[in-house]
């Protein structure tokens, strides 16, 4: 949801991306992996010790998101998955 930087304060807030999957997976060395995203970005690095926090804290993370893109101005339309259900 969001691009890091490299170092803190070079988050980049993402708007306007949505319904985003990975295409492929690729080791890098015994430590992290490297995610290649059907929207044709491919940077990144992700180690094991961040995948491992993304997971755990994934809630936490997202509604900070949400917050952050609201306080900026801007919503997240529902998933196109979730749009037009019958509930």
Do not use: C, M
Request: hydrophobic share 30%.
């Amino acid at each position: 949801a969001e691009v890091q930087g490299h170092g803190p304060g070079q988050e980049v807030l993402q708007i306007g991306k949505q319904d985003v999957n990975i295409d492929k997976i690729e080791q890098v060395g015994n430590y992290a992996i490297q995610l290649f995203f059907d929207d044709n970005h491919d940077t990144g690095i992700y180690s094991w010790a961040t995948l491992y926090d993304l997971g755990k804290n994934q809630e936490q993370y997202w509604q900070d998101y949400l917050d952050r893109l609201k306080a900026a101005g801007h919503e997240r339309p529902e998933p196109k998955h979730l749009q037009n259900r019958d509930t």
